[in-house]
């Protein structure tokens, strides 16, 4: 028998997390959705990755982060739920690390991509 699993995150920022998954190209629905599990299960999420599978992957707010939310056996992503962890998290990392310094005056001088798929980031604020 299938059911829900929640997956802790240190993903607190929704606005991140929704231009992480806009960057990984992965189409999302925000607002109080269903997500759909075995037999006719639900959750409730604030964001819903729907699946062409007909069960979905949710990220639901416990209070103090997002939970990925999500019928296990039916996950139907290009990578595995470790690697799409992975791949979100840097993602939200990024938009977060952006949001803040810009709202302290900072912008990007170099952006860098490494082969090691991390990214390097030096930003710099002028001062008068």
Do not use: C, P
Not at 37 to 42: E, K, L, N, V
Not at 45 to 58: C, S
Not at 82 to 102: G, M, P, W
Not at 121 to 127: A, D, E, M, P, T
Request: glycine residues 8%.
């Amino acid at each position: 028998m299938s059911h829900f699993s929640h997956i802790k995150t240190q993903i607190r920022n929704l606005n991140s997390l929704q231009a992480a998954l806009t960057d990984l190209g992965i189409d999302w629905k925000s607002g109080a959705k269903t997500v759909r599990g075995y037999r006719g299960q639900t959750r409730t999420a604030e964001l819903t990755i729907e699946q062409d599978n007909g069960y979905d992957i949710g990220f639901s707010w416990n209070g103090e982060e997002y939970e990925l939310v999500s019928d296990m056996q039916f996950w139907q992503q290009a990578w595995s739920v470790d690697r799409f962890l992975n791949k979100v998290t840097q993602r939200y990392a990024y938009h977060t690390v952006l949001n803040e310094t810009s709202r302290q005056g900072f912008q990007v001088a170099e952006q860098q991509k490494n082969e090691d798929g991390s990214i390097r980031l030096v930003l710099q604020r002028w001062s008068a």
